[in-house]
């Protein structure tokens, strides 16, 4: 059941964004939070600090995937704890950008179930394939034959992703602005139909006046990543 935008607002809960690899997940969560003017955490770039700058694919290496995903899920904890807390006990606004297999861990699917408001980006394993040939970025899982481990991966966790998700937008191979646009345009449509009072009118004002300001900035045309 998707988290009505009054609450979103109301309580600060964070927005959780997932999805595949190569559906440009960072990229948007990035100008989401720039557009919402709260803080972006992205959970790769969370765990690559842990190890002193360390890239993903390189941790894979060295530690394999299940060391790894017990520092995913130590991040994301984090994150999800940290936007829910703030400073002082005070609660803040996030954006959180996961990895595509954040959600292969229960706890995981637990703690975003709780306490995000989590958007799930979906585009074609076409699409997809594209995008990560032109990337400098290297997948250790999909190492090998890209169309088949895409096709596994995707197999696997999409029934996970369509579970979870409060928001769902297949983004095709739409730029970064216009995925941008769509985000929040699906938030400023999240309703709340149990609230008629001021706060679901401001909470809808809010979104509508970020998608206007988004809609034109004009801002580049880049494929999202």
């Given at each position: 059941?998707?988290?009505?935008?009054?609450?979103?607002?109301?309580?600060?809960?964070?927005?959780?964004?997932?999805?595949?690899?190569?559906?440009?997940?960072?990229?948007?969560?990035?100008?989401?939070?720039?557009?919402?003017?709260?803080?972006c955490?992205?959970?790769?770039?969370?765990?690559?600090?842990?190890?002193?700058?360390?890239?993903?694919?390189?941790?894979?290496?060295?530690?394999?995937?299940?060391?790894?995903?017990?520092l995913?899920?130590?991040?994301?904890?984090?994150?999800?704890?940290?936007?829910?807390?703030?400073?002082?006990?005070?609660?803040r606004?996030?954006?959180?950008?996961?990895?595509?297999?954040?959600?292969?861990?229960?706890?995981?699917?637990?703690?975003?179930?709780?306490?995000?408001?989590?958007?799930?980006?979906?585009?074609?394993?076409?699409?997809?394939?594209?995008?990560?040939?032109?990337?400098?970025?290297?997948?250790?899982?999909?190492?090998?034959?890209?169309?088949?481990?895409?096709?596994?991966?995707?197999?696997?966790?999409?029934?996970?992703?369509?579970?979870?998700?409060?928001?769902?937008?297949?983004?095709?191979?739409?730029?970064?602005?216009?995925?941008?646009?769509?985000?929040?345009?699906?938030?400023?449509?999240?309703?709340?139909?149990?609230?008629?009072?001021?706060?679901?009118?401001?909470?809808e004002?809010?979104?509508?006046?970020?998608?206007?300001?988004?809609?034109?900035?004009?801002?580049?045309?880049?494929?999202?990543?």
């Amino acid at each position: 059941m998707p988290l009505p935008l009054s609450t979103v607002i109301a309580t600060a809960a964070p927005i959780a964004f997932v999805g595949m690899a190569g559906v440009g997940k960072s990229a948007v969560a990035r100008r989401v939070a720039t557009a919402l003017g709260v803080e972006c955490i992205d959970i790769d770039a969370e765990v690559s600090a842990v190890r002193g700058g360390q890239s993903v694919s390189s941790i894979f290496d060295e530690i394999g995937e299940d060391e790894f995903r017990a520092l995913e899920t130590a991040a994301l904890l984090d994150a999800l704890d940290g936007a829910r807390n703030g400073v002082r006990g005070r609660a803040r606004r996030a954006v959180i950008a996961t990895g595509g297999g954040v959600v292969e861990r229960q706890r995981n699917l637990d703690a975003l179930r709780r306490q995000a408001l989590v958007v799930w980006l979906r585009s074609s394993d076409d699409v997809l394939a594209d995008r990560l040939r032109s990337s400098s970025v290297r997948r250790p899982l999909l190492d090998g034959d890209l169309e088949a481990n895409l096709t596994r991966l995707r197999t696997r966790r999409e029934p996970l992703y369509r579970a979870l998700a409060d928001i769902e937008i297949d983004v095709g191979s739409a730029t970064i602005p216009q995925v941008v646009e769509m985000v929040l345009s699906r938030l400023s449509a999240v309703e709340d139909p149990a609230q008629d009072g001021e706060a679901a009118q401001d909470g809808e004002a809010v979104a509508t006046a970020v998608v206007d300001e988004v809609a034109g900035t004009g801002a580049g045309t880049g494929a999202p990543r």
